[in-house]
């Protein structure tokens, strides 16, 4: 009987001991008093909302018109304007420009260097032997190209020029009627010896600027 007795309390100390780490129970049981963290751990990936992409550049088209002329002037810089009937492009040489001008089918033809002064002014022309002649306003706003010596503005980055507008081809020509300097690629204020000035020195002056500011654009 006595052992009977004593298994019972044994027993009942027992089932009183594991009653407290029971998870029902008001006791206290460890850290978080024995519940789990439910706070949202932070995102693996930035979300920050980011800024849209800036609107796509509508692609401009290519633009070809005639030129009378074309004047150089080193002595403000880099400067090239050219001009046709009604038509006119400049190209300023500025720290923050973009454009840049080539000069293309020079050497398919001859050119012969002759040296003036305008106005107590020295310059020397280059007159290309394949240049356009047009017989009409609308001849030399519709040029032939083909082996045409020309000057190409364009861009490197592929962007537009100007707004709509993604590259330029200007074919030299001469036109009917006696127009001064028609024909003609002049360069102004040169500080070196005239006299060694070549066809090569034309292109590389051209070429060696890979950045102009689109100065002015009318008429095309």
Not at 83 to 90: A, C, M, R
């Amino acid at each position: 009987m006595k052992r009977t007795l004593l298994m019972i309390c044994t027993l009942a100390g027992l089932f009183f001991a594991c009653s407290k780490g029971n998870p029902g129970s008001s006791d206290p049981v460890g850290p978080g008093n024995g519940t789990h963290d439910t706070t949202p751990a932070p995102p693996k990936h930035d979300t920050t909302p980011k800024p849209p992409p800036p609107p796509t550049e509508t692609p401009g088209v290519t633009k070809i018109s005639g030129t009378l002329s074309w004047d150089v002037d080193l002595y403000r810089g880099f400067i090239m304007v050219g001009g046709g009937i009604g038509t006119s492009i400049e190209l300023v040489d500025y720290d923050t420009a973009y454009c840049s001008a080539e000069l293309i089918n020079a050497y398919k033809g001859t050119c012969t260097i002759k040296y003036y002064t305008l106005n107590g002014d020295t310059g020397v022309s280059f007159i290309f032997s394949n240049q356009d002649y047009w017989t009409s306003e609308a001849a030399c706003d519709h040029p032939d190209t083909a082996g045409i010596v020309q000057i190409h503005v364009y861009r490197k980055d592929g962007k537009n020029i100007w707004p709509g507008v993604k590259d330029v081809y200007m074919p030299m020509g001469r036109a009917s009627g006696n127009v001064v300097g028609q024909g003609e690629m002049s360069i102004t204020d040169y500080t070196g010896v005239w006299a060694k000035l070549t066809l090569d020195s034309l292109a590389a002056i051209v070429s060696r600027r890979s950045k102009l500011t689109l100065q002015d654009f009318s008429g095309f």
